[in-house]
């Protein structure tokens, strides 16, 4: 089964001498419970992808088809609360918010839903993340893999389609950029979580069932690692 359909996606900044093509007609399938890499030089255009993958910005032209979904059919409203509920964001910075807690920084997708989460499943991101025990802490209260790891929970929260991560070690030092990898790993070999994984480390993308490279905004090579 497809989770993910990207159909000839393009996206042009500018007008005649200032016309810029971010991205050039890239087409690609994901299936459910594969883990693919992204991979490409700075400015190659992956994080423009990345961005139109995950309905944060829309393309000049093309699809993004999730779980059967057209999302760039919807206006920003439904947009947005598709999002929310059906892909799960990890940003390199966190992007946690400084004034809740571990737990409330994980149920935010819920809670924006007005919706309780499941408890059982909330302890068991929780434990997943090693995170039992800091539950009551704020942001600043962790260290930076720490608040890593509570952004992998809040992605997971709502089993979204597909987890997407924006080079989500890059801010971290190489022990806790170990962890993370092995939680989102996890969750991809042991839950069958969809994983999308933008990253500029060879290492990292050689642990992905599919390498896609891009450069200068075209889809140049999909490599099957592993089957």
Do not use: W
């Not at 059906?86 to 935010?108: A, S």
């Not at 809040?154 to 962890?179: C, H, M, Q, V, W």
């Amino acid at each position: 089964m497809e989770i993910l359909e990207v159909n000839g996606l393009t996206k042009i900044y500018g007008n005649g001498d200032n016309r810029v093509t971010a991205l050039d007609h890239v087409s690609f399938r994901v299936k459910k419970g594969e883990f693919v890499a992204i991979v490409g030089a700075s400015g190659s255009g992956k994080s423009t992808l990345m961005n139109l993958i995950g309905g944060i910005d829309r393309p000049t032209s093309g699809d993004v088809v999730v779980d059967g979904r057209r999302i760039f059919d919807m206006d920003e409203s439904a947009l947005a609360i598709f999002r929310r509920r059906n892909i799960g964001i990890v940003y390199q910075f966190y992007n946690l918010i400084p004034n809740l807690t571990v737990v409330e920084n994980i149920m935010l997708p819920c809670l924006l839903d007005n919706r309780k989460p499941d408890a059982q499943k909330l302890a068991g991101i929780l434990e997943m993340t090693g995170l039992s025990d800091r539950q009551d802490h704020l942001p600043g209260e962790l260290s930076g893999g720490q608040q890593q790891r509570v952004s992998v929970g809040r992605a997971l929260i709502n089993a979204p389609a597909f987890i997407l991560a924006d080079e989500p070690t890059g801010n971290l030092d190489s022990k806790a950029g170990r962890k993370i990898m092995e939680l989102l790993t996890a969750a991809n070999r042991k839950e069958n979580q969809t994983l999308i994984l933008i990253t500029h480390d060879e290492k990292i993308a050689l642990l992905a069932d599919r390498i896609l490279t891009i450069s200068d905004g075209k889809l140049i090579r999909d490599e099957v690692m592993r089957v």
